[in-house]
Structures are given as structure tokens and as C-alpha cells.
């Protein structure tokens, strides 16, 4: 291989360290107005009356709109359209918009909103999933009784005679926290109306510009083929950026279509935090039994997850978390029960990790309970009880059609890490500053799986001077995908990758191939691309045959030239096979379409081929805890993933540092605190992410078993590297402190007491720190 | 709102601008001048995704009033280099992989640049420091850090 | 954004005219690191109409040696932080202005600011008190000096009037035999607003006995003080760290008898303890780990 796994540079990075790529908040058209938007002071309540007659006069306002106003219908939603983009009789949480404004200036349209008068009557509110599911509640949606907003089991074996043959049974409760996804850029988006006819066009930092289409049309009553939407340059997003953005381009574009003119719409962090989706936070019961020697026996899961006030993409986030709520050890009988659940706090959907943080900062926490009580080391239990070769997972799929490399990543990061000295040099410390030393591991399942249909498509389109394009119906979010993607047709095509121009996301421009998630652009797009740029690589081939005097399978082709095997010097240059493939006629464009393997999936008992492949990862953390404070420093994390072929090993290495730094803020770090559906830490001042001082050393090892499905082998990265951080922290914090904390973060308070004084706080109506 | 004349240098041009006396100098950059490389992330001061150099200091752009800069010298990622000739910060923010997402670039690059304007040798936590006032959701900072210390090597 | 007038003084005799003018309606801004959070989020700015900006006011950004060691409230974080005569003569202040935000924070925030402005948690005040700071306060026509202990009456409260501006920060400089510590705890390393934070100044005999002590916590009382229970178990002693430990229990008896036990002292009170413990350890140059 000329190009695919090595360390090619970014080929979006010029304009970014020029300053010169526009975001969202960065395009500028010609009339354009600013629209804001009019939220609700309250989390649950019954809209009686909204009079915008003052707000419409201000000098400079060009549009007023409710929910009176919206073209289609006025609710979207992947799963269940329950969605709101203006609420219409009632507002479920206090992100919820009920008018929005369109002026020439976001001062003017601010102080509209201030014209604007709603009557409400507040509706009893419910901020607790457990009491959300209790008789008498309030239900916030009525196709959703005991606001259950989605239910997923898994059976397997029998669970009761599982704890019967065990000699240890152990029960544990674990709590996840509300968190945000914090990219740096606040949400933005341009919508601008086609002149001439019906149409329109939104540009904007949109992870999913065929999901936001879609709610678009729903919206608007338009045509698929009416809207068009072009994403910015995207300032992160890390699953972050979907359904907030469709309802801020489907407002931009209401706005935009009322007034005739481009409307731009631009979050404060203030607004993006009190609107924008967050992941869930997990209340997760576990039991687990097992033999003295420390076998698995049984294990019977119970697990709640706040889902908000609306359905979004809770089924699937919810789905993922029962298929791997066991971690990657052979449990033969399993129990699993996962609750999403309606709230009136904000609402939660994907976030990097999509279900899966949660469990295993649960799951991996018991094994070294477990181990504890077994006296084992946890490495040992994962030894004994890890997935290997042929392995049955919980869902009973048999782990047979791809390297199961659980015990390679283990020992990889173990080795590195000086795992096993250090967890026994620190057993035994005196003093104020004690360090620990933890691990964790995790299956993964790649893409989509059986959530739902699994395609993506891709388009190559050589140019007579040997320039190309590609297209992809998969975006970039930041993560790199245009280097991979670019890498990928420079592969096929062989030729250098500065020939290739990676063209912005355009729903106008390629075929819908689903949304930028579950990690599986390499996997499903980078498959797309490559048959793409392989079919116009056997165009060019054989346009050249007669050239060379020789049949296809005689050629071979790399730097930029196509030559016969056994004879180099008969060769052709790329430029001069285009010329070929020209004259005579020939199309030198295709498009890739990739399907995904079969999946299969049985609802009632949660059995199937969940994903049909998996990568399997291991983190080990070192800390040191200030006892008398609970101040914890990560020193170092050790991270070994197998990412079936590295495409680019210094992308797969930032994705690497960059997942363990989202992983250090989940497990330390970060917080949301809502109290009563209302958000309190609304900017970067009090939800604390963390920055270069709080990084320590990372050592990222890429582990390359090369998938039979991916291309060239790769299978994934985004998603699995910060989801096994917080447990190995946690487990680390417990050795050194003889304490072990089930809820995250591990913040000071934690750490130093065993809980949190927040809800104190709160209960008690103090303010000050 | 009292319109005030400011005469501002950003980049080594010269502008006479009026100003209201509650625009910011990032909305100054950003809207009136055009440069939009400069970012708004949370308009508090805590992500520095705004920074520029403001009379050789690094500061938070929305932290200051335009008014409050008359016959001030700003730098901003826009002056820093050019697609032909990049700053040497800039190449190895390419060459090393420091660059993800790319909105907390620009201030990297401002903080960055800052800091080796007063100490071209940095150690690693000197550079850390210097650049702790820009946050950073996708990279973990490794490689920022990474790039910055090479930078720092090619000028020395 | 809030709407204001913006006006530009180019010397302190029109700063204060125009304080004397506006008063009220009238805030003065120096680096704006803490006011400009304030104008965005238009909170606590009901009546205000006017921003005096005294920012380029050169002559309050001295830092300079006097009869003791004087700093105009302009003088930057990062001023403060890397002045060698701050460093030398007053580290205590040095160490705690060093730690403040970022240094986009330091290089616009400014020691007056941070006093005036007066968070519970503001990191130069503790030092600033436990170094016996005056500050002096100026009007149109007058001016007049108080103890910054008393200047500040409680959390973002002082007695400073509206037509006042403040123009200067005194202290004396510490002698060789003074030592000095300063402990300050937050949720990061960086850009974190201290939880809590403590500065200590002993000085001590050629024995090593402890002649005078100032220990001073921020965020943990209610106005900035001295804790003097805590400062009398020290004097006269050659402290060990039993002693240090009980002067840190001295400390957190005085917040809670000072505020009660609010939700957060379960936390508090364990961690003031260390902190001021430790921080007299670094006072006394012994090691606190």
C-alpha cells in the first residue's frame, strides 16, 4: 500500500491554521437577518396564549413566528416524531422553543423576544425516571404509557439457576451523570432561499445533513429535492450536532422563507447548553454471581435510562447498551433490562460512546469488585472470563468472523503500562498523596448493527488533468474523515493524494448513505470510496490495454502510472490513461454504494448477530489522589485499540488522545447540574472540561487485526477510545484510596467524602460555593 | 448608544473605525473587518477560541471592548501566515496533526505564537501553560503540544 | 449585550469627574474580565447607563517601592505574577496573582479589579490581607486610605462609593525572616475558579520561634480576615505539623461559627484544614506533601 496506513497530513488542515474555513458562524450573505429564538420559563406546561403583535413592529424585525407558523408539521424525530421544533399546546422542557424571531440585527431580534408575551399554565413536572415510570406520574407523551420511552431485554439462559450455581453473588448499584458534548463551536446555520422557485438551500454546522433533510421536509411540507443542505466547516460535534441542528435549520429556514431573505441563527454556549441534547445519565443495577475460582455464572442487569423530555434517539442508544451491558466476558446466563424514560429535564441522545459509557464505567467497576472479593487480581478475572476466539456473546452471537483480539489488547496495554508492578507497589501506601492504578476494557460493536438499515455511498469523479473529486454522503466532523477518504481513492487510484479534493457534504450532490455516526465512516464510507475509485480505476485499466498489449489482471499500478507486471517499462502515466479512457468515451465517475453485512436481531429476547463485526480495546489508567482533598491527576493512560488496520495512524492516534481526554472529563471532570429540568451549569466557566494542564501522558497503541469486512481491513476508532476511561480511572482511585466511588464524575467531593453534596445544595436552596 | 472613533492596526493595516461603545473587539474583527478566523465559543473568557495578540499581549477578544483598543496593534490568525509562506507555527500544526475540528486553532495558534514571542525556548510545561487558556474538545492536546515544541526548535 | 455610553478619561482627574458626575449609573472598567461576564449577561446592571473606561490609565499601573511596596490597581495579574520586586518582597501576592485564569485572564485582569470586584474566592485578596494591604480610595476632591479587610464588608460587597475609584494598593514589604504560603484548591489546573484558597505570612525569630503570624483563607469566610485563633496557637511556637494541623482546624472552626454549617461544609472543612495546613508548612519552608 502507496497511501492507506501511513501518516498522511490533514488535507483540511490549511485553511484551518490559516483561519480561513468558514463555519457556520462564519458565511455571510447578502440581506441576511439574525434569528433568535423564544424559549420557555417553565419545564412542563400548557401554552394558553402567545402574542407577538409588539415584537413583530420593532423597527428592524422582519418575522415573528409560532408554531401557528410552521409550514409541515411542527414535530420530527429519527425514531418517534415527538420532537417540537416551536411548541404548539405544551412544553415538556425548558430547552422547548415557542417563538422565534427574525431581525436585522441579533440585537434588535434579542430585544423582540423581550416583546413577545406567552401565557402558560404550568403543568405538574416529573425530573426523576424512576418516578416518571411510577403510577400517577405525569405522562408527557400519550403513545408513550408509564412514559416509557423505550424498553429493551435480553435473555439468555436462565438467569436464577445461573446465581444458584455460583458461590459468590454480588450487587452493585452505579450512577451516570448528565454530560455535555461540548464542541467548541456553539451551533450555527444559514438558511437561503432558492430565488425563482420553490426551495431552499441551509448551510451549517450539521453532523447529519440527510437526517437534518429529512426533518427539513417534514417541517417545511417540502420535496426532499427542495432542500438542499450544505455543511460548514464543523467545529466538533462528537454526536452532538443532529437533531439540535434540525430544528435550528428548520427555524432559519422558516424564517428565511416568511421574510425572502438568507436567515443565520447562531447558539450562545448559554443557549446550546439549555437546548442542545446531552447523554444520558444511567442508574444501572447489577448482579452478578460467580464461582469461587472466578468464573461468571449469571448476570441480571437493570438499567434506567433518563431520556428527557422527548424520544430522539433513545431506542438506539438504549439498544446498544443491552447488547453490551456485559461487557466482553461469556456470562452464560444473562438478564438484562434497559428503560429509556421520559423526563421534563432536557432531553439526551447520541453522544460518542452511545450507550455504552455508561455500562461499561458500570460493568468494568464490578469486575474489580468482583475480583476483590474473589481476591483476584482484575486482570485475572478478565483473563478468565474475557472473550476470546469463537466466544458467545450475550446476545448469542458467536464471535467467529473476525480476530477476537481481547486478550491482545489486554496484554498489550498491560506490558506498556507496568500494569501488574504498579498495581502491587501501590497496594500499600502511607501519606496524603497516594497513587493507584487501574484498567478496562471493551467490545465494541462497528456501525450501525441491527439498529437499523446499513448503506452509505461515495462518488469519484476523475477530471481530464488528473485532478479528482470525491463525494461522500458521510460528513466531516472534525474527526478526519476527509484525510481517510482521500487516502482511500489516492489508494485505488494510485496516485498521490494531493490529486484529490474532498468536496463539502451535499445532500444535492451525492445519494442519501445515512448519518456520520456509530464510528462507521472508515468502515462503511471508506468501503463506499474504494469501490468507487475501484471501478474507475478498471475503467482506466481498460482503456490502456490495447496501449500496453496486455489483459487486465497483466497490470498493476501505484505513482501515479499504470504498468504491466512483468515488464515496467511499458507503462502509462495516469494523466496519459485519462486521455485513453476520454477518447474513448468512457466515464470516468462512479459511484460506491456499500451495504452492510447481514445483522439479525429478535426483540423479544435480544438474541441475534448484533454487529457483524466488533473491536475489542483495553485502557489502563495511573493516578495519584490527594487524600485530604480529593483532588485526583491522571498521570498517565495507556491505550490499546484494535482498529483492525490503522488507514492513518496519526489521525487514529489523535482520535486516541483526544477520546481519553473526553474520557478523563467523563470520569473527573464533568457534570451537568440540572436541578428541577433547569440547567444551572450553562457556560464553560462552571461545566468544566479539561484543558492541556490537566492532560497527562497518553500512550496509544494501535493494535492492527486487519477485518475481513473494512477496507483494507479498518474497522473503528471514534467512539471506543473514551469509553473505557472512566472505569480504568475509578478503579485506579479505589486502589489508592481503599474507597470505591459508583458514581461519576469523581469529582472532589466524591473522591474526598464517597458522594456528592449537589443535591444538598439544592434541597437546602443555598447558594455561594 | 455613544458611537466612539477608534483607529485600530490589526495585522499591520490600519483601520479608522466608529464604533458603538458596546462592540467587542471579536465582533469587531469578525463582522466589521471580516476575520473570521477569530472564533466565539462561550463569550466569557474560558475557551479562548477568540484570542488574539492585543499590543503584544495574548487576551480574550471577547473579553475586550474595541473602544478600549484605540491605537492598539492586534494580531490574528489571518496575520500570521500565508498559504505560501506559513508561519512556522502553522506548518507544524499541519505536520503534526494538531488539528482536528479546527475551531480552537486560531487561538492555539494566537496563544502559541505569544508564547514563543517571549520565550522562543519553552519547556513542555512552559508551553502547556502558555497555552492553557484555550480549550481543545477533539485532540487531547498532545499533538498541539507536539507542534508547538518542533515550531519552537525550527526557530531557535 | 448590555447598552451602555462608553467613555475614555485620559487622566485620573477625569475619571474622577466623570465619577463624580454619574455615580450610579456609572461602572468603572479596568481589564473588564469580570465586568464584561456582567455587561453579556446584563445581570446586576440594572441601573447602569455608563462605562468609564480606565483601562489606559498608565499612571494607576505602577508597581512601584515606596515605603513599602505600592501597586496601582491597574497593574495586571500577570504584572503582579512576574514583577521581581513583587516576587521578592511579597511572594505570597506573586504565587496567588500567578494562579488566576489564564494567561489571556492575567495579561487583561487586574489586581484592582480583582479587590474591588471582591468574589469570596478572589485569589489576590487573602494574600493582600495577610500582607496587611491598604487600599487608597480617591473622589473628585478627596481621598481617603482604609485596611482591605475593612474596605471589603462581604461577597462582592465593599465600601467603596460610587463616586469613588481606587488608586492604590500599600503594603510593607516582608522581611527576610518572614516566610510565606499559598495553597489554593480547584477543580482543574487551569482556568478553575479557587474552591478555596489560603495565604500565610510567618515571621520568625534567628530560633525559629514565631513572632508574628497572619493566616488568611479565602472563600471560606464570609468578608476576608484574619483568622487570629488559628495565628495565636503559632506565635511563640516553633510550629510542627501536629501544630500547623491544629492552626488548619482553627481555621475551619472559624468558617463554620462564621457561616454555619451550610451544604457545602462537609467538604469544606476537611479540605481548609489541609490547605492551611499545608500552606503554613510552605510558610515555615518544611515539606508539605
Redesign the interface.
Known sequence: MDTVNKPARRVDALGKVLGESKYGADLQFEGMLYGKVLRTPYPHARILSIDTDEAATLPGVEAVLTAADVPGLHTFGTVVPNQQVLAKEVVRYLGDAVAIVAAVSPAVAEKALDLIKVEYEELEAVFDPEEAMAEGAPVLHEDAPGNIAAHHVLEKGEVEEGFAASDIILEREYETQLVEHAYIEPEAAVAVPEPGRRGITVYGSIQNPFSCRKALSRMLGFKLNEIRVIQAFMGGSFGGKDEVMSAMCARASMLALKTGRPVKMVNTREESLLEGYKRHPYKLKYKVGATKEGKLTAMKIYILADAGAYTAQTPFVTWRSVVQATGPYEVPHVRTDVYGVHTNNCYTSAFRGFGSPQIIFAQESLMDELAEELGMEPLELRRLNGYRQGSVTATGQKLDEHKVSLMEVLDKAVEKSDYLRKRKEYANQQGRFRKGIGLACSFRGCSLGAEGVDATGAMVSVQYDGSVYVFSGLAENGQGLQTIFSQIAAEELGISVERVRFMPTDTAAIPDGGPTVASRSTLMGGNAVRIAAAKVRETLLGAVLGRLKASAQELDWGNDRIWVKDDPSRCVSFEEAINEACSQGELLAALGWYKAPKVTWDDRHGQGNAYFTYVYGCQVAEVEVDTETGYTRVLKVTAAHDVGRAINPETVRGQIYGGVAQGIGYALLEEVQQHEGEIKSLNFDEYLIPGIMDMPEIEAIIVENPDSFGPYGAKTIGEPTLEMTAPAIASAVAQATGRRVRQLPLDLERVLLGRSLQQDRYKRREGGC | MKKLPVVLTVNGKEYSLTVESNERLLDTLRQRLGLTGTKEGCGVGECGACSVILDGNLVNSCMVLTAQCDGSRVETVEGLGTAEKLHPLQQAFIDYNAVQCGFCTPGMLMAAKALLDKNPHPTEAEIRQGLSGVLCRCTGYKQIVDAVKAAAGEEG | ??????F?PQNLQEALDLLAEYKGSARV?AG??DL??A??AKKGMENVKY?I?I??LQELAYIREGEGLEIGPLATM?QVAESPVVRQCAGVLAAAASTV?????R??GTIGGNVVNAA??ADTVAPLVALEAKVKLERKGGSRWLPLDQFITG?NRTQLAADELMTGIVFAKLPANAGWGFMR?A???????A?MNVAVVIKRDSQGKVEDASIVPG?VLPRPGRVTEAEKLLIGTIPDGALARRAGEAVAEAMISAAGR???T??KE??I???TERAIKQALEVEW?
Not at chain 3, 449585550?1 to 462608553?6: I, Q, R, S
Not at chain 3, 485564569?101 to 485572564?105: D, K, W
Open positions: 449585550m448590555l447598552e451602555f455610553d462608553l475614555r472598567m473588564g474580565t464584561m461576564i455587561l453579556r462605562i473606561d483601562s489606559r500577570t485564569g489564564s494567561p489571556q485572564i495579561n487583561r469570596v474566592c461577597p484548591l477543580r482543574r489546573e487551569a482556568l478553575a475558579i474552591r472563600a451550610r451544604w457545602s462537609p467538604y476537611p479540605a484544614i489541609a490547605l506533601r
